[in-house]
């Protein structure tokens, strides 16, 4: 399949541009244990001093960009320096004398002031030891996250450990230096406690609702479609509609699991079923659109009158599912791979789907899905030219069977072009939004986009499919319609070349489309 030749170009651009960043930046640690010395005193030496430390030149570099929440960001050139390497640092969600405001969702001045000199700090023995805060730490108050979790009301949200070097040990998991911050609280009326605050990795709010709201209309309309489609035998039976029912299928089972993802927080997941259900979505939704293809290809194999074997069309289907499963471990191998963070998929690490804040949902999502719709669109416009190089006595013999046909074929056409409009819009506006560093985790677009799919296929593939209209009208409209006056009003059999037209110079033959 298409989607074969792009993961190792893919790869190689990824890995030629990580030598060229390794080859021209040199920053001596990770950014997370740095501290920004930019005001801090240089020596004569060259090294810093900085909050009693003295920073050695090889451990200072000059950083353009800004890491939050694990991303790196654009930002004007600093000095930092590994102080963090050679003591342990924390971080403060809010300089000294302020403290974090969970309901405005920012820094205030308390009407009292509460100065944070000592924290509890467990050893690897487990003991337990108050301790003084800048004697055995160095503060920060630069990093953290933009998304805090605060959860009051349950009291696991008390109860941490904070190791020797910085990590925090919290709903059975160890939280790094740059994944939370502490700020003073009020645990109870008028008892205030330092407290971590760990990064939340999770979007609330309407966005998240319209979004999953859609999403779920969408796939009811969807099972509905599948349902119909299903109960019809001419339609589960032909090649159309059995391909139909297997994108369908698919896109099922991708947006409920993406609805899914959407309204649970990733951090009541464990990090293999966060993983897991990513890549499964992925599969899902990457199957559908191989199955587009699959079903753009047929049509043109039909209309250019070239006959495929049922065994043929199986190994088709065979190898789509095996090449969508190859491109799924390619993806996971980039993601557990050396590679720059901002060229890995993102899935599993701090969201369970793809993290639109890197450059791996463009590389390993969008363009494989591009390249499946520009190969479904390609097939669909040299079918439609097709059409009318058909001979003439094709045309009478097959008569009601081209009809069918063709009207699923132009039904099918116009919905690529929906979901071709609908892709291209996504791939727009992620690029805007990387571009500008302004990042929406739910689009709720989006789930309106999908909706209108839903939709446009329920009218395109199910209301064009002249079996279900055949069936509609048989046992829905009127049972006691006549058979002959219910097949003439749905197939027209009073159009020239039909083949129960007296006037037919044809007689009826095998040939099948």
């Not at 003295?54 to 000095?79: C, M, T, W």
Request: glycine share 6%; charged share 20%.
């Amino acid at each position: 399949m298409p989607a074969l030749w792009f993961i190792p170009l893919a790869l190689g651009l990824s890995v030629g541009v990580a030598a060229l960043e390794i080859a021209t930046i040199d920053h001596p640690c990770a950014y997370a244990d740095t501290v920004n010395i930019t005001d801090g005193l240089r020596l004569k030496d060259g090294s810093y001093s900085y909050a009693g430390l003295v920073i050695p030149p090889n451990r200072i570099a000059e950083y353009s960009f800004k890491v939050i929440d694990g991303v790196q960001y654009r930002a004007k050139k600093h000095l930092r320096g590994c102080a963090c390497l050679q003591k342990s640092c924390i971080s403060f969600c809010c300089p000294p004398d302020l403290v974090f405001d969970s309901k405005n969702w920012n820094c205030t001045q308390p009407h009292q002031i509460r100065e944070s000199t000592h924290v509890g700090l467990t050893y690897g023995n487990g003991s337990v030891e108050n301790v003084r805060i800048k004697d055995r730490f160095l503060v920060r108050t630069e990093l953290g996250c933009r998304n805090k979790f605060v959860d009051r009301k349950h009291e696991n949200f008390w109860k941490w450990d904070l190791f020797e070097n910085g990590t925090l040990f919290r709903d059975d998991r160890l939280w790094s230096t740059d994944e939370y911050c502490f700020s003073p609280l009020e645990h109870k009326p008028e008892q205030w406690e330092l407290t971590p605050i760990s990064c939340e990795r999770f979007q609330t709010g309407y966005r998240v609702w319209i979004y999953a709201i859609c999403c779920i209309i969408a796939i009811i309309i969807h099972i509905f479609i599948v349902s119909l489609l299903a109960s019809v035998r001419d339609a589960r039976k032909s090649h159309y509609g059995h391909l139909v029912i297997l994108y369908l299928l698919c896109t099922i089972v991708g947006y409920s699991l993406l609805v899914y993802l959407a309204l649970k927080n990733p951090v009541k997941l464990s990090k293999g079923s966060c993983r897991n259900i990513g890549f499964l979505a992925y599969t899902c939704i990457m199957l559908s659109f191989g199955f587009l293809a699959i079903c753009s290809f047929d049509f043109l194999l039909k209309f250019r009158q070239k006959a495929m074997r049922n065994w043929v069309r199986q190994l088709w289907y065979t190898l789509t599912v095996l090449a969508i499963i190859g491109l799924r471990f390619a993806v996971s191998f980039a993601q557990d791979s050396k590679l720059p963070k901002h060229f890995k998929p993102g899935i599993g690490e701090d969201y369970c789907w793809f993290d639109v804040r890197l450059w791996g949902i463009l590389i390993y999502f969008y363009t494989p899905i591009i390249i499946l719709l520009v190969f479904s669109s390609v097939c669909c416009l040299k079918a439609y030219f097709s059409i009318y190089e058909l001979p003439p006595d094709t045309q009478y013999i097959l008569g009601n069977q081209l009809r069918i046909v063709k009207t699923h074929f132009y039904a099918f056409s116009a919905y690529i072009v929906g979901v071709f409009a609908v892709w291209i819009r996504e791939i727009v506006v992620y690029t805007m939004a990387r571009l500008r560093e302004h990042f929406f985790i739910i689009d709720f677009w989006s789930g309106i986009c999908i909706l209108g799919l839903a939709i446009a296929g329920f009218i395109l593939l199910l209301g064009k499919n002249l079996h279900v209209k055949s069936w509609w009208a048989i046992n829905v409209e009127s049972s006691q319609t006549d058979l002959s006056v219910i097949n003439a009003r749905v197939y027209k059999f009073d159009e020239k070349g039909d083949l129960k037209s007296p006037d037919s110079p044809y007689k009826a033959t095998v040939t099948s489309l």
